[in-house]
T-cell receptor, first 113, second 117 residues
């Protein structure tokens, strides 16, 4: 069964550094999403992406964050000038359409030191 | 106000029993979707079942069914014949809006289900 792939599975970064989290959505899916889950808390929506542009973003998704689809398969989340509170599990998801279920990758655990 | 409320932070259930995980939601949008996800201790998010607001019948997927009561704004997940492998966190989530756009999901705080042998 096709799945969403995320790399790396774990990223450790010094505070203030930039990180790029990578995702390969399911190949026939057109809608892409990023979520985060701080340890022990609920999953929070960050941003959605369709037709090469941001469709929706939450108040968490400020100027520190950006997303890009650099080619036909990858979808990336960039976090500039990381802070300790950015430590979380980051999930990428994709869906065939806006109405279809979103399928999640296994996540990238980001640890900011 | 919380958009998704899961009132059971934790549940213990005997193996082979059925279990109901509660979820209530709050929206004024007539078009919405309700989802359940399973998160094992390994951390991945596994899609289980989906119910659209206009669906006439309750959704079912194998041992999972969704008890959708629209007037009460509840979307409880029922797992029949529970197994040890069902032990996990379970999250209820909602997508608002029927525009067909890339709408983000709003998640509840989850229920930690433990199946006991």
């Amino acid at each position: 069964e096709p799945e969403v792939t995320q790399t790396p599975s774990h990223q450790v970064t010094q505070m203030g550094q930039e990180v790029i989290l990578r995702c390969v959505p399911i190949s026939n899916h057109l809608y892409f999403y990023w979520y985060r889950q701080i340890l022990g808390q609920k999953v929070e929506f960050l941003v959605s992406f369709y037709n090469n542009e941001i469709s929706e973003k939450s108040e968490i998704f400020d100027d520190q964050f950006s997303v890009e689809r650099p080619d036909g398969s990858n979808f990336t989340l960039k976090i500039r000038s990381t802070k300790l509170e950015d430590s979380a599990m980051y999930f990428c998801a994709s869906s065939e359409s806006g109405m279809q279920p979103q399928h999640f990758g296994d996540g990238t655990r980001l640890s900011i030191l | 106000a919380q958009k998704i409320t899961q009132t059971q932070p934790g549940m213990f259930v005997q193996e082979k029993e059925a279990v109901t995980l509660d979820c209530t939601y709050d929206t004024s949008d007539p078009s919405y979707g309700l989802f359940w996800y399973k998160q094992p201790s390994s951390g991945e998010m596994i899609f289980l079942i989906y119910q659209g607001s206009y669906d006439q019948q309750n959704a079912t997927e194998g041992r999972y069914s969704l008890n959708f009561q629209k007037a009460r704004k509840s979307a409880n997940l029922v797992i029949s014949a529970s197994q040890l492998g069902d032990s996990a966190m379970y999250f209820c989530a909602m997508r608002e809006g029927g525009r067909g756009g890339a709408d983000g999901l709003t998640f509840g705080k989850g229920t930690h289900l433990i199946i006991q042998p």
